[in-house]
């Protein structure tokens, strides 16, 4: 089960996302619940996904794959 963390994460890579206004409507409350900023929270929710994603495996190898 997903759970806030309130520290903070070191995020430096700015980039543009959009969302569909229901999705950012509940991301933003869930942020001002969880007392944690927006930005904090959808980098929690993307490594949440990427952490559960089925394929995990296959993508660790391409990453250790790339770095030799």
Request: no cysteine; charged share 25%.
């Given at each position: 089960m997903f759970k806030?963390?309130?520290s903070l994460?070191?995020?430096n890579i700015p980039r543009t996302i959009?969302?569909?206004e229901e999705t950012y409507n509940s991301l933003f409350e869930?942020?001002?619940?969880?007392?944690?900023?927006?930005n904090s929270l959808v980098l929690q929710c993307c490594s949440?996904?990427?952490n559960d994603?089925?394929?995990i495996d296959?993508?660790?190898k391409r990453k250790n794959k790339d770095r030799e």
């Open positions: 806030v963390n309130s994460l070191k995020s959009r969302f569909s869930i942020a001002e619940i969880e007392q944690v900023s927006f949440y996904a990427i994603y089925e394929k296959l993508l660790r």
